[in-house]
């Protein structure tokens, strides 16, 4: 009877000191929302319009990559990637995130980006925030890095083939 005790003492206590498993936060943030919206709307001809990004942002929402700011209102939003989607292959931002947070005015994101084109695949690596007005993104500030197969281990969530 003490050795069963023990014994199950030590698989209990073994259960405590292993590291708990990471939880996917779900995506209900609009940050989070638009990007579900944003991954379909890649698939789908013509649902890139001012219209629709009027759904999740402000009218003169911004968004700066790297410190360079690339779009500024919906318009913007609109024409910036109907390009993307009209040059072909697929491009998705993984949610849920990696990591997500929220304060009442801002969203923190740590994602992935992937995509194929032309028979090759592409990952990158995305941290930042956005602004939040009136429960709409005012703007999106991201840094990211490309992973480079061979040079940078790849994130589970990249594609490879």
Same mark, same amino acid.
């Given at each position: ?13 073994? &259960? ?25 709307? =890649?698939?789908?001809? &013509?649902?890139? !319009? ?6 999740? =942002? ?50 923190? !994101? ?38 480079e197969a061979g040079k940078d281990p790849l994130d589970a969530q990249c594609w490879t083939?």
């Amino acid at each position: 009877m003490k050795k069963s005790l023990l014994i199950a003492s030590a698989i209990a206590a073994l &259960g405590l000191a292993s590291p708990a498993v990471a939880q996917e936060k779900p995506a209900t943030d609009v940050v989070s929302r638009m990007f579900v919206w944003w991954n379909e709307a =890649f698939k789908t001809p &013509g649902a890139y !319009t001012p219209e629709n990004f009027s759904r999740f =942002f402000t009218p003169e929402a911004t968004l700066v990559l790297e410190g360079k700011m690339v779009i500024n209102g919906v318009q913007q939003w609109a024409t910036h990637f109907q390009k993307i989607q009209a040059g072909g292959g697929d491009v998705e931002i993984v949610v849920p995130f990696k990591d997500v947070f929220e304060t009442p005015d801002r969203v923190y !994101t740590y994602h992935v980006i992937r995509s194929r084109r032309d028979g090759k695949t592409g990952c990158s690596l995305a941290a930042g925030h956005a602004e939040l007005k009136g429960g709409k993104i005012a703007s999106i500030v991201l840094v990211r890095h490309t992973l480079e197969a061979g040079k940078d281990p790849l994130d589970a969530q990249c594609w490879t083939k």
